[in-house]
């Protein structure tokens, strides 16, 4: 599986942005699928995660309520919303996929996506 991020950029804060994260190969709905966050000198971090089926979501509790992760196994692409942006969001978003289903940590995943970068002015 060959993940791309996209749709990043610079916003406001409490402005909103959705991210992309394509997917190639087969069987992509078979994928447990994970969003990362590494902000400059810190550790990347489990943002949210989701189920193959889509029918169980999992969320960092700072953006508990504000990110809504999804995905379109029919077009192979998951999708992370973010609402009511902080600058303490500002990261590099990574998408991140493996056969065992979500997890919480990187070493979880064999997959990763190159990252896409988000900014969030104060």
């Known amino acids: 599986v060959q993940l791309q991020a996209s749709g990043g950029g610079l916003v406001q804060a409490g402005g909103s942005m959705r991210l992309s994260c394509a997917a190639s190969g087969r069987s992509f709905g078979n994928y447990g699928l994970g969003w990362f966050r590494q902000a400059p000198g810190k550790e990347r971090e489990f943002v949210a995660g989701i189920a193959w089926s889509g029918g169980s979501t999992y969320y960092l509790d700072s953006v508990r309520g504000r990110f809504t992760i999804s995905r379109d196994n029919g077009k192979n692409t998951m999708y992370l919303q973010m609402n009511s942006l902080k600058p303490e969001d500002t990261a590099v978003y990574y998408c991140?996929?493996?056969?065992?289903?979500?997890?919480?940590?990187?070493?979880?995943?064999?997959?990763w996506g190159q990252g896409t970068q988000v900014t969030v002015s104060s």
């Open positions: 991140a996929a493996d056969w065992h289903g979500w997890g919480y940590r990187t070493a979880h995943y064999e997959y």
